[in-house]
């Protein structure tokens, strides 16, 4: 059974007049188990395999060789289907026209799904939006499903719709089923398959070589089937008077998820964080305060992970007014670290934006800032991706020249990674 706990970091103390609390919040789950085995519901899973004339011969080949993959890591009992999209989407596997349109994994089952992704040709459009459309409308088609995991894999931009459509069709299966989707190549948009992995609780990153498409395809279905804990909603409470500034998961991701808000009482908020496996996750939660007198506490926020109705985790973030500046002035280090990390996630998608349009200025600017914060926050593997888009003259200054000959890939992966955190060191 999955156990679950709960560390606060916060500097507590408040100057006169203060109002503003800031608490760094660690959930950590063990034990999650199995999904779909755990009797909390059952899993489904859904692969989208692009399926465009863009793929070509090359990619498709790999991209059916990493379908194939996922399949096999798919656990018996699960359902699941397989999706191929081009401008249009259709359902692959299974074979069927009403009813369910996912099927339980078993031998036969999984024989079958290798064969359809066999017969994968490449042609068409793309329009994403569609194959959203259509895993939302398979997982609906049962129910009983607790569990809602999709793997989405593109290679072009989405030529086939306006992003209104793209824009709908997300916000219509937003909160229905989660979504990692990856690009392979060079040719797709960042910022396009970011929007759907966000709205979707998920992730986004770059496969640069069609060749690593088999491992990662089989790892994302292996960390999808190793979280046992089908979903989980983090709930902030306030005082009377008091305003929740933002609620951000920090790490492993910045992800910020103040406009997922949805009412659970008068002082209470609730948060989606999708499924759990054997993982820690970190929120920075800021709460504004009514200022209180010198030498007075109160409670400023309470922070639980819920599953179902039952309290799994609990957190206290709490407030004392004091005029001891050596109390006051102290920078929490979780804090610290957390809010640099979510400033470098932005400088790096600022500073390539304006690097697209050429504006060398802001773009050097920005990924000056992000190379400081790289190193201030001790993020090497961000330092290592921006050295290939810039030449760092000095990163505790973030003096930095924008380089005249980059790799499209580079760059796309330093975007794709922007959201990546490291946890403070000091921690624990």
């Not at 011969?57 to 656990?75: C, F, G, H, N, Y």
């Amino acid at each position: 059974m999955a156990e679950f706990s709960a560390s606060v970091y916060q500097n507590e103390f408040l100057p006169d007049g203060g109002t503003d609390v800031n608490a760094i919040v660690t959930l950590t789950c063990s034990g999650a188990g199995a999904a779909g085995q755990t009797g909390g519901g059952d899993a489904g899973e859904i692969i989208i395999v692009d399926t465009s004339g863009s793929m070509g011969r090359t990619k498709l080949e790999a991209a059916k060789t990493a379908a194939a993959a996922a399949v096999d890591q798919v656990i018996d009992g699960t359902w699941f289907a397989v999706v191929a999209g081009s401008h249009q989407a259709y359902l692959a596997y299974p074979p069927v026209r009403s009813g369910a349109g996912l099927v339980r994994m078993d031998a036969a089952a999984r024989h079958g799904a290798h064969q359809a992704i066999a017969q994968f040709r490449a042609d068409g459009g793309t329009a994403m939006g569609t194959w959203l459309t259509l895993a939302g409308r398979l997982f609906d088609s049962v129910p009983a499903l607790a569990q809602r995991h999709a793997i989405l894999l593109t290679d072009g931009e989405n030529h086939n719709e306006t992003p209104e459509q793209l824009s709908t069709a997300i916000a219509g299966v937003a909160g229905r089923f989660q979504c990692d989707c990856r690009g392979v190549g060079v040719d797709w948009q960042v910022a396009e398959v970011r929007r759907i992995a966000q709205a979707l609780l998920g992730s986004v990153d770059i496969i640069p070589d069609a060749a690593q498409m088999q491992q990662v395809f089989a790892e994302l279905m292996q960390r999808s089937m190793g979280r046992g804990v089908a979903e989980a909603q983090l709930r902030v409470w306030a005082p009377q008077g008091a305003e929740v500034l933002f609620v951000r998961q920090v790490a492993p991701t910045v992800e910020d998820l103040s406009a997922r808000r949805t009412p659970v009482n008068a002082l209470t908020s609730g948060y989606p964080t999708g499924s759990w496996g054997d993982e820690s996750r970190d929120f920075h939660v800021s709460v504004r305060l009514a200022a209180k007198g010198l030498g007075q506490e109160q409670l400023a926020s309470r922070v639980q992970l819920v599953v179902g109705e039952q309290v799994v985790a609990q957190g206290l973030v709490k407030a004392r007014w004091s005029d001891d500046d050596s109390l006051t002035t102290r920078i929490n280090p979780e804090v610290a670290h957390y809010t640099g990390q979510t400033e470098l996630a932005e400088a790096i998608q600022d500073g390539l934006a304006a690097k697209a349009v050429g504006d060398e200025e802001t773009a050097t600017t920005k990924l000056g800032r992000a190379v400081q914060l790289a190193a201030a926050t001790g993020n090497d593997e961000a330092t290592s991706k921006l050295r290939k888009v810039v030449d760092i003259d000095d990163p505790d200054t973030g003096t930095v020249r924008l380089r005249r000959a980059v790799d499209k890939a580079d760059e796309m992966a330093l975007d794709t990674a922007s959201t990546k955190t490291t946890r403070v060191r000091t921690q624990g």
